[in-house]
């Protein structure tokens, strides 16, 4: 079955939505118990919305694959017989990838706060234990499964099948993957937007191009994300309540 060509379009678009959508309830959920500041309060509950956001989308993949005749899961299968240039491939990427994924951050930070600390601490608030374990346990693997399929796997080859030119369903997927983190958590500040803007927009630049050349390198590179996720996952265990 041939896709719906709305359906790349929204994917670009719905984890942001989602990502807001639950923001709100656990912010709805903190004003129904009396908090005075329930916006401010919900941003420090964004891995709860980005697990939740992650289950939907997953559950949305596997449908949208369903419909063309695929299996989702299938994205995730190693290649034996390339494993050898892959992994050398995949050394040259993570030496690019390390700066282009932590520079920026640090970068960014101290130009728009001073300190990147400051960031940080808006970034990253006390959880109560079991909260900070279920994210570390649940936030990673499911961003690993989820968000680079996403727009990398799904919606850019798919546009491109449109007509689009390469370069700009590139821009788009990249555009849109760092995007995201502006709802991530989302506070009315607008050097924090920024900060989640331009933080993560190199190395989604980067990941778009290796996974348009060689998609069958996402099974690695899934275990990369879920890595780096996890080093931020480590950061509620430590600052936990």
């Known amino acids: 079955m041939n896709p719906n060509p709305r359906h790349p ?3 670009l678009v719905t984890r942001s939505l989602l990502f807001l959508a639950f923001q709100a309830g656990i912010a709805l959920a903190f004003l129904l118990s009396g ?21 939907v989308c997953l559950a949305l993949l596997i449908h949208l694959y369903r419909q063309e005749g695929k299996c989702f899961w299938n994205v995730f299968r190693v290649e034996r017989q390339f ?5 050398l491939f ?7 990838a390390g700066p282009l994924g932590y520079l920026p951050n640090i970068l960014s930070a101290r130009w728009l706060f001073g300190d990147p600390q400051i960031a940080l601490d808006l970034l990253v608030r006390p959880l109560p234990a079991w909260a900070a374990i279920a994210s570390f346990a649940l936030f990673p693997l499911l961003q690993g499964l ?8 799904y919606s850019l080859p798919r546009l491109e099948a449109q007509g689009m030119r390469p370069w700009l369903a590139v821009a788009l997927a990249s555009f849109f993957l760092s995007a995201q983190h502006i709802f991530a958590p989302f506070l009315p500040d607008g050097r924090f937007i920024t900060y989640r803007l331009v933080m993560f927009l190199p190395f989604a630049v980067l990941v778009a191009l290796v996974v348009r050349a060689r998609p069958r390198l ?3 590179i899934a275990v990369i ?7 931020v996952a480590v950061m509620f265990l430590v600052n936990m309540q």
């Open 9 to 11: 379009w929204l994917m």
């Open 35 to 55: 908090s005075s500041e329930a916006w401010h309060a919900s941003a420090g509950w964004w891995p709860f919305a980005i697990i939740f956001t992650d289950l």
């Open 83 to 87: 494993i050898k240039q892959d992994l």
């Open 90 to 96: 995949l050394l040259g990427f993570l030496l690019i």
């Open 146 to 153: 989820v968000e680079i399929p996403t727009y990398m796997l």
């Open 218 to 220: 996402m099974p690695y």
């Open 225 to 231: 994300h879920a890595l780096m996720d996890m080093s």
